[in-house]
């Protein structure tokens, strides 16, 4: 990936710039929010600044629409409002959830630019109807937002760019997978092995939305509006990368991306389904070379002992708090214990949790047993012993999910049983690397590979090769 390339290459695939629809709520009883300059409908209808708030009105399919005084402003099937002058017009919408089902979840106003869409969700009915709420607006102006989102306006500058490259590709991918009516891809396979276990196999990718294109949460790439833009560079990382994506076998590359991979990155067939992404692989070292103390492949449970209770130097092994304070959004910065981390799960806690997220009554649990990992040391089958009965559990979201309320950091973990008795022990200790899946960018270790002088070609290189920079609109 050569930087006389990342200027050169062409491939024009959109006549111009896309725009893209976000879903900001999904299935909520009502949505309030206030405008910031003069909104129209499509039909003309004036809607002045102030605030207001949409319910479903049940049996008629349609929508309420009230002003701050409570004053009937409109019933109608759809609300569509548009600025009328969009370089200065806005809108606020308030309970945004951030986070949702992650240890740093919480609700929020967001502020927005482009288009204010409402509808009825299909999956309502008419006696419980809820609302959708999309923002609609350009490629370019969402990823200013999502670069910031997704890290700080106060990240490095090459790293800001790598990062707009990275997801206008995953976005545009994304896109094309939807054009060309490619199935939204997921998988969940129950089935009893050859010694009698029953095993749950599940992976959902971030495709899964029809009423919009993405969504503006952790599941897609966050979208948290104009206030994380405290920067220029931000609009200005934007502008410079205009078009520009990652290219590989004549398709735009579907960019994966994670906050901290633990040192090694995880390959695509680990995560999701079986098939080689070769730009996607795992193993890569999250620094210059592979240390030599470390011995490898990291799918051998011996080998992902060391590793896990080892501290190799890669780029996100960070401790700088003016590097971490620069890169990280406010949402990320309290949690310090991303390279390496330590959990204890109690006897009670994790039967609970085993019920509660996959419907498993194991009785008491003896054992949790590692069968496979990934090139990163991460868990893609554990195998969960309990006195009535076993079953092995994948892939490596659905692990993180099964022994935490609000997921685990990685599926990149030890297994450590505390005070057994009569073979079953009171908790579970476990020692884990890395934050969110792993495949690809690195998003901590490209920041502090910006900050010791690394262009955005070489980040991109050392994530994405064999993937190429290419523009795919003007």
């Not at 695939?13 to 976000?22: A, G, K, R, W």
């Not at 890290?151 to 590709?169: G, T, V």
């Not at 997921?407 to 005070?419: G, R, V």
């Amino acid at each position: 990936m050569r930087e006389r390339a990342a200027a050169s290459e062409e491939t024009l695939l959109f006549p111009t710039e896309p725009s893209i629809s976000v879903g900001l709520l999904t299935d909520v009883e009502h949505a309030r929010f206030t405008l910031e300059g003069e909104f129209r409908t499509p039909e003309g209808k004036a809607f002045p600044p102030g605030e207001y708030r949409v319910t479903p009105r049940p049996h008629l399919a349609a929508l309420e629409i009230r002003d701050a005084q409570q004053r009937l402003v409109e019933i109608a099937p759809t609300l569509t409002l548009t600025p009328v002058n969009p370089a200065t017009a806005a809108f606020t919408l308030f309970d945004v959830p951030v986070g949702k089902g992650f240890h740093w979840e919480r609700t929020k106003a967001h502020r927005y630019a482009g288009t204010l869409a409402i509808r009825l969700s299909p999956s309502a009915s008419d006696t419980a109807p809820r609302l959708v709420v999309i923002n609609e607006l350009p490629v370019e102006t969402y990823l200013a937002s999502v670069i910031a989102s997704e890290m700080s306006a106060h990240a490095p500058w090459e790293f800001l760019k790598a990062h707009a490259i990275i997801s206008r590709s995953w976005l545009l991918a994304n896109l094309a997978r939807r054009a060309n009516d490619v199935e939204s891809a997921s998988s969940s396979e129950q089935r009893e092995t050859a010694t009698g276990e029953m095993e749950i196999l599940r992976w959902t990718d971030r495709t899964t939305h029809r009423e919009f294109d993405v969504c503006a949460d952790d599941h897609c790439q966050r979208y948290y509006g104009l206030a994380p833009i405290t920067t220029s560079d931000v609009a200005r990382a934007v502008a410079e990368t205009r078009g520009q994506v990652l290219f590989f076998n004549g398709q735009i590359g579907d960019a994966r991306f994670s906050k901290c991979c633990g040192g090694a990155t995880e390959e695509y067939r680990s995560v999701w389904e079986d098939r080689d992404v070769p730009y996607l692989r795992g193993g890569r070292f999250d620094g210059t070379e592979w240390p030599p103390n470390f011995p490898r492949p990291l799918t051998v449970e011996a080998h992902a002992i060391a590793w896990i209770t080892g501290t190799p130097p890669a780029y996100c092994h960070t401790t700088d708090a003016r590097v971490l304070e620069a890169a990280l959004p406010e949402v990320d910065r309290p949690t310090r214990d991303f390279f390496r981390w330590e959990r204890t799960i109690s006897q009670e806690e994790l039967q609970a949790l085993l019920q509660a997220q996959l419907g498993l009554d194991l009785g008491a649990i003896r054992r949790l047993e590692p069968l496979q990992r990934g090139p990163s040391g991460r868990l893609v089958r554990l195998r969960i012993v309990g006195e009535r009965k076993r079953v092995i559990i994948g892939k490596e979201l659905v692990i993180r999910r099964a022994l935490s309320g609000t997921h685990l950091y990685s599926s990149a973990f030890i297994i450590f049983p505390e005070d057994v008795r009569a073979g079953v022990p009171r908790r579970f200790r476990l020692r884990g690397a890395g934050w969110g899946h792993g495949v690809g960018l690195c998003q901590i270790g490209a920041a502090v590979m910006a900050q010791q002088g690394r262009t955005c070609p070489q980040i991109l290189a050392h994530y994405y090769a064999p993937a190429q920079i290419a523009r795919v609109y003007e």
